[in-house]
């Protein structure tokens, strides 16, 4: 992993603490990502949005499952309603739903991130023109972020949901940059931070 000053690192914290406004409960809330084009004669340039959803019992352990472009959560409650393969630079080309208040009690945490795709070889978030990320719910903005604290990673944290005791989702910005490909990031996403 990769700290906000790009020196490779397991664990660091990139994010302030950001709770979810007002100390409202989550309902449906979207992650929008967008990004721009890769110039004429490169590579497109691939990015997505990765929700990795974690049991009650072990929120920092194995994910139960992930949802990315090409799967949705067994309930549909986390669902991939826009993708994009290239960017288009036509705002927000892509959207992950989540739908807390219908998320089972037997999970208790989700991290969702966004990671590049490297297939036309390295590239980090330093590379991406116009790159940036929103959380709202309804019409409220929870977070934005334009990976500028990220620019050396591949892949990056952007938010963390954790179940509060009362049942009640809360959300906490949480930017941490990767230097693994999508895959690998899937299984650490969720890593604890030291």
Known sequence: MLDRAGTSRHGSDG???????????????????????????ETPRHLD????????DDPYGRPVYVVHYESRSPDGTITMTRHSETGMGFGFVEVM????????????????????????GPRTFGDM???????????????ADDFA????????????????????????EM???FDSD?????????SPQH
């Open 97 to 120: 739903v989540l739908e807390f208040d219908r998320l089972a009690p037997v999970y208790g945490r989700v991290v969702v991130g966004v990671a590049i795709h490297q297939d036309g």
């Open 49 to 56: 949005i990765i929700a990795a959803t974690y049991s009650a």
């Open 15 to 41: 994010g302030a603490c950001k709770v979810s406004g007002g100390g409202k409960a989550l309902g449906k809330v979207e992650v929008r990502l967008k990004w721009d084009p890769s110039p004429l004669g």
């Open 182 to 190: 999508p895959v690998l990031f899937c299984a650490e996403m969720g």
């Open 175 to 177: 930017i941490r940059g």
């Open 149 to 172: 604290q990220v620019a050396d990673a591949t892949a990056t944290t952007v938010a963390e949901f954790t179940r509060a005791p009362s049942g009640a989702w809360e959300m906490r």
């Open 129 to 143: 023109s116009n790159a940036g990320v929103v959380v709202v719910q309804r019409y409220e903005q929870l977070l």
